[in-house]
């Protein structure tokens, strides 16, 4: 298994990604192509005492960067020798099996989108993090690749988000619930209304299991493995649970910071708050997805440290391992309509 | 100043509404109607040793009482004698200041807009809850009421909203921010992308502090007095707040409830875990005003016990005190469009 690493995307590169990239060699047991300016990562290797490639590590050289100013939607081709452009370009001449990038999300949709392409009869790809839960996390699909939708997408993210849960987390039968504000088929808009049909479809032949609505507060507490959304309010559901998690985080360290007996009571719960902390990371769980492209693409954060690039370098062996792009692209007939039936506010 | 209360809504009703009711008379110096099965009541008045009716409370009989079974579009013309149709009317005819029920929100909003009517020129009344943020809450606007908006709609929140923080939340200047998925104007689907430059109209006009878009985790950090959402978005965003706060406290209640040592520490901060409890403690704000209807009208959390019907009065009592509605009625002309500018998918 060989993964493709953008050595230069993200706001610690290169040092942490190729830091990262030689964890995930040593204790993975995988293959890494770095990609980016050949003698910045040199730099990094030697300042992590490697003087020689070690076996398993290469390096393709490309001189260019795509930065957080330039414009997503054609970075990579104004930009043809950016780590973006050439590693995704290796990618598509299966000079590796994944690829992972911790730069702009948005350059690397579109170039993942227009260079690697979607698989033929998915409309859309989805951005599909897990997002931690009461019961162990759940697949969030789609999270902001696409902002407006029309129910034939949100039927394609529903197949899309259960394959994964099933072949990438190990779930046997993922729950899909369909975001919305009631339980009741006829609340949300149009839109949900209409996919909520569409889904119910395919739960009822068999093909996903299809729970029903969730909302908003029961998707936290982990009722189904697979929480379904339009871009735009999966973006507003996942940045609302950082923000929560982020702000409640900082209040309880307030909290045991106040004083001696305070910091005596964080030492007593210190496995406890461990594991508050473990919650809270996304580091923890590596990157998100790129679902819907021909070849596994994983985005980690901007902010990856060492750690949280290696994860993702796990995540993308995980996801080219798992055969759940062939799974889709083989059952692409059950999540396409008719053209007729195709309505909503998105050209396709 | 009189607070009607609905005497019979709710999850804990009518002890908790007859008990929080008796408490704001002695403590915020209010008077009160207790509408509902006046039997029931004067049941619950002896079961907190009140023999006699005392002074500041009425009763006024209504024998039905609308069920969440009950049609929400419908039940207030269903049940003309239900405590909600009853204390509406009330309210309609000035015989108290304004309107507190814990029953349904969905008939709550529908009598409201049915019985006691818009302001004139607003077109769609909004639920305003003020939401914990990092810097003391914020008011968003709407978290459910109307799904699917044009941008007009929140054109016309954004001033409730702004107005609302402004007279009864005491800030001087409010800071409102578009609820969306990304900082730049171009953000978000055409809702928010129109919405967007009405707002920026309006601030730029001074009526407004617009501080353009806001993303949700910035949202629940407190970078805005007023987020102002569709109905869908809000409640996505709310929902997810709650379902987030309610998940990490339930991690944090086993992680103090671990062991001896681990209670010892909970014993070190136990003034930081109060503290917290009331941060997530939606009874603490008291309820959510329906923002743009005539009259006052607050929808206390179903599950409210006495201190949040507690709350809510004394919140209805300074949104009756504030001005808010003769504000918004007296600068209604600028939070309208021409009828040709009325786009949106929602009809009027």
Redesign the interface.
Known sequence: MKIIVDAMGGDNAPACNVKGALDAVKELGVEVVLVGRGEDILKCLKENGVADLPAGVEIAHADQVVEMCDNPATAFKEKKNSSLTVGLNMLKEGRGDAFVSAGSTGALLSAATLLVKRIKGIRRAAMAPVVP??KGGAVLIDC?AT??CTPEYLLQFAFMGSYYAEHVLGRPEPRVGL?N?GAEPS????L?REAYQLLKGAGDAGRIHFVGNV???????GEVDVIVSD???G??????????????A???K???K?NL??K??????KD??A??KK?LDSGEVGGTPLVGICKPVIKAHGSSDAFAIKNAIRQAAGFAASGLIEDIAENIEHMRLPAGDRSG?AAD
């Open positions: 839960t009461g902001g902002a407006e975001l504000i609340k949300g808009t149009d949900q909302e908003a507060r029961e998707a936290v507490y871009g735009y309010s973006n507003i559901f996942l940045k609302t649970m950082e923000g929560t998690g982020g702000f409640l900082r209040e309880l307030g909290m045991f106040k007996v305070t005596l009571g964080a030492l007593c719960v406890g708050i594991h508050f919650l506010a």
